[in-house]
């Protein structure tokens, strides 16, 4: 009986199974929301069937159930789960049999319209789009235009060339599973199709024709110009007003060509721009009525009528229209031209004199004892009469009134004048103030502060040499004067100095910028205050306030984790002379100790003081060599060439480095043309040694200038120096620099008279281009492991830029390129520069020896054979004692070079010895 049940069950399950695949839609089933589904089983007969969704049971209890998808059953993306279970008539439960059933929304299915332009002009293909919404994978648009079906298909856009008034619509028929309301009919679109339309336009002056100097308006009358026409000016061909106006006003020239040219914004144009009729306008001159003068008439006199034609024809009238001369003045009559002449107004004054008073010109002041001028019978202004005194006295100083009595009938009045007769006078003038090399000066002024004109000698000041010159003054003949002079000072051009500030370490408080430099120039800076919120080395410009002879000065300042604390050298010291302290702080403000701490000069030589700084400044440790030395050479700043004749310069008293002195010869000769050697003898106690200065005197000095770009192709360009780098003064040939064209142009350079200069051959060649090299002075080869200088931010030719690397590495001989990248937008090309850093070099002597004792040594040479120059220790070679001494050969400063030890022996006189004979 068991195994009979589990057949049929098995039965069941075979053909349920079977029968629910055939008959039954895809698992998992999807129906739309608001459906209704059968869904049935085949099983036995007299079986009941327990059918569930998602578990909950269903009303059925036969092989078939009716599914209304909607609440609960609301639609969701997890499937819902039908399942059906058989019991037989015999109580045996069959299988559970299950399928998955999706219920999806109701997707309303609409379509949108859009033209690609409306209105549009006659002829011009428009594309319609549709916009689907619920559409489905496969949507099918039916186009419809004027009700008429025109297009069928996939495709979402339809085109064609409209007809005015035509009606556009879409229909969408969705491929989407549930879709409502398909097919979908959009709104309708009417087009709007215009007409092409011709633009036109003409041009009418308000007056024609016209008088010279008669402004006149011009109106442009457009046809189809549309809501905002442009119109454009053109008066002989150049654009002299553009815009909305379609008027213009001016004033014609005689044969100006005028024409407008309109440019439609109306839709639908032809030919939205057109020219109007060329204008060619006519201008009439204006002429301008001559009369003859009238006056001066004598008050009350009858007076002439005024002419009611002029002298070249013009007819017109007066206001006022009759001369009265009841009343003294000038006035003022008008002459309007009638109508239809193009003859302006013009005005005539008449003057009506109460009382001429004659005129004489003015008699200077004249001197005692000279011959006087003539006392004139007849006035400036035609007035005869006499003098009383009828002459001048010049016999004795002071003032005399000479008084003029008219001739009568002349309706003049007598008059007076004041001669005066004076002493010499000393010609006065106002002090000059400072004046600076190279500034333009001011001239000297022909009158003196107290009246006395005349000449200077020299003419005019020259500012191209610094000192004090001497410039004459000679009144002019008849100014009872003597002749005085005036000194006036050139001073030098000043450079700011300031001391180093930095390396500052980074986001350290910085010192503030100092408004007057170590030589009291006062000014400002730019940036104004120092940044230590990034590493790097930013540049400072000083920059002079007016009137202090002082030039701009750039400081380079360092942000570094890393500081190098810097000093002033010291030295060199004098034998056993006081020695300086050593400074507690470096010139950039770090401060530290010493080793050794104090400065010993009682020994020759070149001794090493090490440096520490103190914690948290991110200073690094330094060394500074100091050198005791008995000669110290006096240093003078080179003077010349000068000019043949010319006033010198006083030799300086004291040198560079501070060692006072006197010279022989005392003072520069400049009588003779050559070149002389001036001998400067230290003061005693300095230990300085005599030197010299070669100074020559020249009749003619070649101008030499800075060199002038590359300049970049039409940039602005600088202005040619005025004065070379010796002071000479001249002009240019072009006078200004064009970098209007690419190329080399030539500037030639013509001295002022009376400078000695070269007066010809003195050229600059500029290059003009669209790519500049910068430019930098070379490196001299640097020591290994010293301090190396900063590489620099701008070219000498004026180009910033950045370097790669960006700083200088001694750690290793040889050489290293330097590639320079110039900053945008300055024509600038990528520059390369080779620094070598040079190994440290040992000093080579011929060696000196066996030497016999008690001799002459010979001297330590102060120069190497390999060219490096020191000094020794001990300073001189002792021959006095038998034995070998060491002495060290110490190196100056800035040569690379290492010291080195010369082993020199003293030995025993030697007894000659000869074979026995």
Known sequence: MLNRLRHILLSLMLVFSALWVAGQPAVPDTVCVGTTKKYWVTGTDGSTFTWRVNGVIQPSVIDTLYVTWSAPWVPSATPYVVTVQEQTLLGCVGQVMSSEVVVRESLPVSVDILAGVNPVCTGIEVTFTASPVNGGTDPVFSWFVNGIEMLTGPSSTYSYTPADGDLVYVALASSESCAVNSPAISSTITMVVSPLLLVEVTVAPDLDPVCDGTSVTYTASPVNGGPNPVFSWFVNGV?????????????????????????????????????????????????????????????????????????????????????????????????????????????????????????????????????PPVLETTSINGITGTWDPAVINTGSAGTTTYTFTPDAGQC????????????????????????????????????????????????????????????????????????????????????????????????SIPPSLSGI?????????????????????????????????????????????????????????????????????????????????????????????????????????????????????????????????????????????????NWVPATINTGATGTTTYTFTPDGGQCGVETTLDVTITDEILPTFDAVGPLCLNATSPVLPATSLEGITGSWIPANINTGT????TYTFTPDPGQCAVPAGNTLVVEITDGILPLF??????????????????????????????????????TTTYTFTPDPGQCGLAATLDITVTDEIMPLFTQIGPLCVNSTPPVLPLVSDNGLTGTWDPATINTGAIGTTSYLFTPDNGQCGVTATMEITVTDEIMPLFDPM
């Open 239 to 371: 654009l002299v007003q553009n815009g909305p106006s379609d008027v213009y006003s001016y004033v014609p020239a005689d044969g100006d060509q005028l024409y407008v040219s309109l440019t439609s914004d109306a839709a639908c144009t032809l030919n939205p721009t057109v020219n109007s009729d060329l204008l060619i306008i006519h201008v009439l001159p204006l002429a301008a009525p001559a009369f003859d003068a009238i006056g001066p008439l004598c008050q009350n006199s009858t007076p002439p009528t005024l002419p009611g034609t002029s002298l070249n024809g013009i007819s017109g009238t007066w206001d006022p229209a009759f001369i009265d001369t009841g009343i003294a003045g000038t006035f003022s009559f008008t002459f309007t031209p009638d109508g239809g002449q193009c003859a302006e107004a013009v005005m005539l004054s008449v003057t009506v004199d109460a009382e001429i008073p004659p005129q004489f010109d003015v008699i200077p002041s004249l001197c005692i004892g000279s011959v």
């Open 742 to 745: 690419i190329g080399f142009t």
């Open 777 to 814: 002075d070379a490196m001299a080869p640097i020591c290994q492991n010293t301090t190396p200088p900063a590489l620099p931010a701008v070219s000498t030719n004026g180009i910033t830029g950045t370097w790669f690397p960006a700083t200088i590495n001694t750690t290793t001989p040889g």
């Open 517 to 661: 430099s170590i030589n009291g120039v006062a000014g400002s800076w730019d940036p104004a205050v120092i940044s230590t919120v990034a590493l790097g080395t930013t540049t400072y410009t000083f920059t002079p306030d007016g009137g202090q002879c002082a030039i701009e000065f750039r400081m380079d300042i360092e942000v570094t984790d890393q500081i190098l604390p810097l000093f002033d050298p010291i030295g060199p010291l004098c034998l056993n002379s006081t020695a300086p302290l050593l400074p507690p702080a470096s010139v950039n403000g770090i401060t530290g100790t010493w080793n050794p701490a104090t400065i010993n000069t009682g020994a020759l030589g070149t001794f090493n003081f090490v440096f520490t700084p103190d914690g948290g400044q991110c200073g690094i440790e330094t060394s500074l060599d100091i050198t005791v030395t008995d000669q110290i050479l006096p240093v003078f700043d080179p003077i010349g060439p000068l000019c043949l004749n010319s006033t010198p310069p006083a030799l300086p008293g004291a040198s560079v480095n501070g060692i006072t002195g």
């Open 412 to 507: 003049a009045v007598p008059v007076a004048i004041d001669v005066t007769v004076t002493e010499q006078a000393t010609p006065l003038f106002d002090p000059f103030g400072l004046l600076c090399v190279n500034s333009i000066p001011p001239a000297l002024p022909d009158v003196s502060v107290n009246g006395i004109a005349g000449t200077w000698d020299p003419a005019v000041i020259n500012t191209g040499v610094a000192g004090t010159f001497t410039f004459t003054f000679t009144p002019n003949a008849g100014e009872c004067a003597g002749g005085t002079s005036v000194d006036i000072t050139i001073s030098p051009e000043v450079n700011p100095q300031f001391d180093p500030i930095g390396p500052l370490c980074l986001n």
